[in-house]
T-cell receptor, first 111, second 114 residues
């Protein structure tokens, strides 16, 4: 299967800990996006990479959130000093043109 | 301010009939629209899209209609099948899905009754 993959699928962490999620996009896609989805809402755009360049990061929720895409391949999303309000599904998507293809998501639970 | 609105949280349709899901938007800069289908514990799956230069796009059982003057789009599924039961999200972009990402509605839960 050559779809978007995300790891881990589930993460339970204690408040104040740092967490990092990984996304592997579809190999020929140069665009990569991160979204957050909370219960009863649609996905909310966080940040965007074109190849290794992060072209949009103003929508990251706070300075505790950061993302990287070294060498323009996989990407990581890090949340520092997690809070209970960070509990959500974190989705990664990749695209070559207009249609974005999503991974299965990482469900984060902060206790 | 919600720029993409799906006003029906749920919709129940009999198997074999037509399902019509609606979506309204407020941002006149949106020029590309997409529909996604989502099952529980999975990521959204791309279904069909339409550019603002068109008013209709069809792919098998799925047709999307765009009314730019009304800032309204709809997804038609004919005939509806049990596997269509899922949450459907409408999404929009003003840069071809580039730097601004997609703006999503809250979704409509479609239930296909046997």
């Amino acid at each position: 299967d050559t779809g978007v993959s995300q790891n881990p699928r589930h993460k339970i962490t204690k408040r104040g800990q740092n967490v990092t999620f990984r996304c592997d996009p579809i190999s020929e896609h140069n665009r990569l996006y991160w979204y957050r989805q909370t219960l009863g809402q649609g996905p909310e755009f966080l940040t965007y990479f074109q190849n290794e360049a992060q072209l949009e990061k103003s929508r990251l929720l706070s300075d505790r959130f950061s993302a990287e895409r070294p060498k323009g391949s996989f990407s990581t999303l890090e949340i520092q000093r997690t809070e209970q309000g960070d509990s959500a599904m974190y989705l990664c998507a990749s695209s070559f043109r207009n249609e974005q293809y999503f991974g299965p998501g990482t469900r984060l639970t902060v206790t | 301010d919600q720029q993409v609105k799906q006003n029906s949280p749920s919709l129940s349709v009999q198997e074999g009939r037509i399902s019509i899901l609606n979506c309204d938007y407020t941002n006149s800069m949106f020029d590309y629209f997409l529909w996604y289908k989502k099952y529980p514990a999975e990521g959204p799956t791309f279904l069909i899209s339409i550019s603002s230069i068109k008013d209709k796009n069809e792919d098998g059982r799925f047709t999307v209609f765009l009314n730019k003057s009304a800032k309204h789009l709809s997804l038609h599924i004919v005939p509806s099948q049990p596997g269509d039961s899922a949450v459907y999200f409408c999404a929009a972009s003003d840069s071809g899905g580039g730097a601004d990402g997609l703006t999503f509605g809250k979704g409509t839960h479609l239930i296909i009754q046997p």
